[in-house]
């Protein structure tokens, strides 16, 4: 693997021409753009690219952005796609026909892959609604052809055991389906053979006999597949940022843990509110983001510029 220091951020952005590239700070919240058929804008918006710290926002298109990348320069990536069941972004409509949507994410995984070292871990977390269930299937089946599903995950959002819940449950009122409480990280690698640091995110045994009696050399397990991640609790939409898709920092985190590389070169092709670079930041990595909407960038650089801020208080 490249050496972390020797992958400089410019590296990453050289390949870029010149006047594509708009640096500096991110403009405050603007009007969304008008959408084309696609779902995206009609005219696609110039690439800005801006950094704050060790990490990289691009303003624009993922599949323009992820082009002009170097190959073989990531280590881990952590995304969270429009899942096309019509959530309110701002420059983006999250509504397109379910064959352009499929063809549209196997050409997104395609560039994803193309970025990633042969030893990289691809984590897609996606759900399907109780209404359209079948998408996140239907997808994974088409990534068949660029990918091994090495692992898959199943992030537990709210969970009852026995009578007690834990986590948020949203009000349901139909006769037909159940609460839907978990959404899938699907962990594609090139090949399927991805050593992994399990115990990163291990659980201590609950029965302690059996650290001597099974010769563990510490007192953590595997954690297993289903991983509990709730949300914050928030009252107003603002906490969340007005981003009506965001996950819960631990859920990148724990992802980065997992692959286990330190100071990994981690990219989320679909940034929004930067929580995979704020995941990244926190865990010594360097973080790529790429996001369509100019709002949400500046969200993401705020929120990076005051976690490092909080980190350098403390
Ligand atoms: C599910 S959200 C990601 C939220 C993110 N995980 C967070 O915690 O904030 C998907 C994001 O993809 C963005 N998006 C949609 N199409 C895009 C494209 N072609 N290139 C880059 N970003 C895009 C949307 O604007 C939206 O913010």
């Known amino acids: 693997m490249m050496p972390f220091d020797s992958l400089q951020a410019d590296s990453l952005v050289h390949h870029l021409p010149d006047h594509e590239l708009e640096p500096g700070p991110e403009p405050g919240p603007e009007p969304g753009p008008d959408l084309g058929p696609t779902g995206t804008p009609a005219v696609e918006p110039a690439v800005r690219r801006s950094a704050v710290g060790r990490h990289l926002l691009y303003r624009g298109d993922c599949l323009t952005v992820m082009e002009r990348l170097p190959p073989d320069s990531i280590d881990v990536v952590v995304t969270s796609p429009p899942y096309n069941l019509g959530l309110s972004y701002r420059s983006y409509a999250d509504r397109r026909a379910e064959e352009d949507y499929l063809d549209w994410m196997v050409a997104v995984a395609a560039g994803i892959r193309r970025l990633m070292r042969a030893d990289a871990s691809f984590f897609l977390n996606i759900t399907g609604s109780s209404s359209m269930p079948w998408l996140p299937f239907e997808l994974i089946v088409r990534l068949r052809s660029l990918f091994r599903l090495q692992n898959h995950i199943t992030w537990v959002k709210s969970i009852s055991i026995g009578d007690q819940s834990v986590g948020h449950f949203k009000p349901i009122t139909s006769r037909r389906y159940l609460h839907r409480n978990h959404e899938h990280v699907f962990h594609l690698t090139r090949d399927g053979a991805v050593p992994l640091q399990r115990l990163a995110v291990g659980v201590p045994f609950k029965d302690k006999s059996n650290i001597a009696r099974r010769g563990h050399a510490q007192d953590l397990r595997c954690r297993g597949d289903s991983w509990f991640i709730p949300y914050d609790t928030v009252r107003r939409r603002a906490q969340k940022f ?73």
């Open 242 to 314: 007005d981003h009506p898709g965001t996950f819960p920092v631990m859920l990148p985190r724990m992802c980065m843990r997992l692959h286990g590389k330190p100071m990994p070169v981690v990219l989320d092709p679909f940034m929004g509110t930067g929580t995979t670079l704020l995941a990244a930041e926190q865990e010594g990595g360097r973080g790529v983001g790429i996001e369509l909407d100019a709002s949400y960038v500046a969200v993401a650089r705020t929120r990076l510029q005051a976690s490092m801020k909080a980190a350098r208080a403390a």
